[in-house]
């Protein structure tokens, strides 16, 4: 499957939400109105767009719709689209990792939202790329947290590094940092804890994870990866802006876009807080973390094969 088609399927049900919505609007009055205009703006808001993002496209809109003289066909997901694609800088942020082996990633983010998952699949994914991967389960808060990675790791056929339930993540994550030096493992995955961004002393954990590795490692963690969920809308976005402060992120995860309809989200948070999207969870398989392409996505979100025009 190519890298768009898996962007389309996983994006279904933002897709179908925005274009059914849309084609409602402008169906019904043909001529483009304060009141149409103000619907799309709630309808782009509801997909979690984000307030930038859809006054950007609304204004875009109203603009061209002037420009032609309030007469000629405009086609609302073309316009929709190409201001997505001009609002990226860069159509996609690969990951930014060392030549040298090993390249040490960070996956942090709130409970639940898909770490451990993540740290899977891009151990699945960065192995073919890097020659070998590691994983280092320093969520240890949770007994089922280490099964849940060993598990995975037998299924990558990927080594896992874990400790007891209740060890300091730092150690395990020391541990793992020293084995995949002497090893020359190509990328090693730092599984972490969940922990809200409220919580003064875990964040401060996290900083001494972080640390640790950057003794042992210089430059490690190499990136520091926050995973989002993207069916818990704009609360992501209070994610993002937290976690940053106590442990700068290189880039956001957004997961679980295929269960949601709201998938706007992964935009508004490189969009607004600039901090870019590096991948895109799709499912629960490991082949469902796809690298981000707002090129992509734009064409997911708002197909060329289904326009809706005002004329
Ligand atoms: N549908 C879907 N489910 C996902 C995705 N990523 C993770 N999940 C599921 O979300 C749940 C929580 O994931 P987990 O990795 O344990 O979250 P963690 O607590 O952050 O480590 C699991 O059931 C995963 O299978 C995704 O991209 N799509
Ligand atoms: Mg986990």
């Known amino acids: 499957m190519s890298l768009f088609s898996r962007f389309k399927s996983g994006l279904k049900k933002t897709q179908e939400k925005l274009g059914h919505e849309i084609k409602r609007i402008f169906t019904g009055s043909p001529r483009l109105t304060a009141d ?8 782009l808001i509801s ?17 061209q719709y002037e420009s032609q003289g309030r007469k000629g066909d405009l086609d609302i997901p073309a316009v929709a689209r190409q201001e997505i694609e001009a609002s990226f800088e860069h159509r ?9 082996p090993p390249a040490v990633i960070s996956v942090v983010g709130v409970n639940g939202v898909g770490k451990t998952t993540s740290c899977a699949k891009l151990a699945y994914l960065l192995k073919q790329e890097r ?3 590691m994983l280092a389960a320093c969520d240890t808060f949770r007994a089922a947290a280490i099964e849940q990675l060993k598990l995975w790791g037998e299924r990558l056929d990927v080594p896992v590094i874990a400790g007891e339930y209740g060890a300091d993540p730092a150690a395990i994550a020391h541990d793992a940092v020293g084995s995949a030096v002497s090893k020359k493992t190509g990328v090693l995955l730092i ?5 809200l961004h ?3 002393n875990l964040m401060q954990e996290l900083q001494k994870v972080h640390r640790v590795m950057g003794k042992q490692l210089p430059d490690a963690p190499h990136e520091t990866l926050l995973v989002v969920d993207a069916t818990t809308g704009m609360n992501a976005m ?27 989200m992964a935009l508004a948070i490189q969009k607004e807080l600039g901090i ?4 895109v969870g799709l499912g629960e398989q490991p082949e469902d973390l796809q690298p981000f392409d707002a090129y992509d996505f734009a064409r997911a979100l708002f197909p060329e094969d289904e326009s809706t025009t005002v004329s």
């Not at 149409?36 to 309808?43: C, D, K, P």
């Not at 599984?191 to 922990?195: I, S, V, W, Y």
């Not at 870019?276 to 991948?279: A, G, Q, T």
């Open 198 to 200: 409220t919580k003064k």
């Open 276 to 279: 870019p999207i590096k991948f």
């Open 191 to 195: 599984d972490t804890a969940g922990r």
């Open 131 to 133: 020659g070998s991967a």
């Open 92 to 100: 996609q942020s690969p990951l930014e990792l060392p030549d040298q």
């Open 36 to 43: 149409s205009l103000e619907e799309l703006e709630y309808v």
């Open 238 to 264: 209070n994610q993002a802006r937290e976690f940053h402060k106590m442990a700068p992120l290189t880039g956001v995860i957004v997961t679980k876009l295929d269960s949601t309809s709201k998938g706007g």
């Open 47 to 63: 997909a979690d767009l984000g307030m930038a993002l859809t006054q950007q496209i609304v204004g875009a809109v109203q603009k």
